[in-house]
């Protein structure tokens, strides 16, 4: 039986006692109200209603690089009922404790994660390495989403976009957006999630549409993004990210001597990948 069954209670016990003077309750789950040796970047944020997407006006596409410190690291609980999500786990390994399940469930590098419906849950890396993950979401920003004006669907720029060579772009996992709100917002797009390697002297070119936002992160190597909005190559480091919209689009190469793994995080037509069985490992259940 695989570890994520075998962590007992006293673990999730111990670990809310050592927060019991600072616990919130959400959806019948009680964890830390507040974070340690926790730090998160926003790499990028896109307006969808910017997109044409009208179904999901007043929220952003967001990109966000998150660090959780050990030992005793900790995410503070949190709902998931306005915000769905997926991350990866780049680096380490670590708990979470979810409103779904009973037993906290393990983690471990490369695994990915989907945050969706009525979810609720906090983490804590118990281990002595550091943890890294690479979240995207879709973050409501209005307080009133229907008097959000929408522009058009914007026209994709003119750009020479090179053939894909010397990569590999796998998707890792889709989230039905219109699903995550019942059908309210969202319904027919999704949030998906794709991990590229990108060899020395490969290229990689746009795989989204007009109207489908992506972002980029960086985990390993560096990557050239050329772009159809900028005359001149940007260079996007290790732990760095950038963001497509507005019609924009472009391809990277890879112009050292290392393989790069970028990841992406799209909002896009569900139909877009239908048909497409997603490589990501979840800890907790199926695609």
Known sequence: MKPIYLVSALLISVAVAGCASKNNTILGLTGPASGKKLSNVEVATQPLEAEGIAELAGRNLRTRFWTIGAPEGIVPIHGHEHRPAVFTVASGEIFEFSSLVEKPILHKTGGLAKES????????????????????????????????????????????????????????????????????????WGLTTYRATIEPGGVLADFTGPGEPLQAFVWEGEVQEHRSDSTDAVTLAVRTGSSLANGATGYWENTGDEPATVYFGVVEPLSEVEGIVPVGVLAHGEH
């Not at 929408?150 to 989230?175: E, H, I, M």
């Open 117 to 188: 419906g009525k979810l609720a849950h906090w983490w804590r890396n118990a281990g002595t390495e550091i943890v890294h993950l690479i979240a995207f979401d879709v973050q409501p920003v209005a307080k009133d989403f229907a008097a959000i004006e929408v522009s058009a669907k914007p026209v994709q720029q003119d750009f020479d976009l090179p053939t894909t060579t010397s990569a590999q772009n796998d998707l890792l996992g889709v989230v039905d957006i219109g699903s995550h709100f019942e059908g309210v917002y969202g319904t027919g």
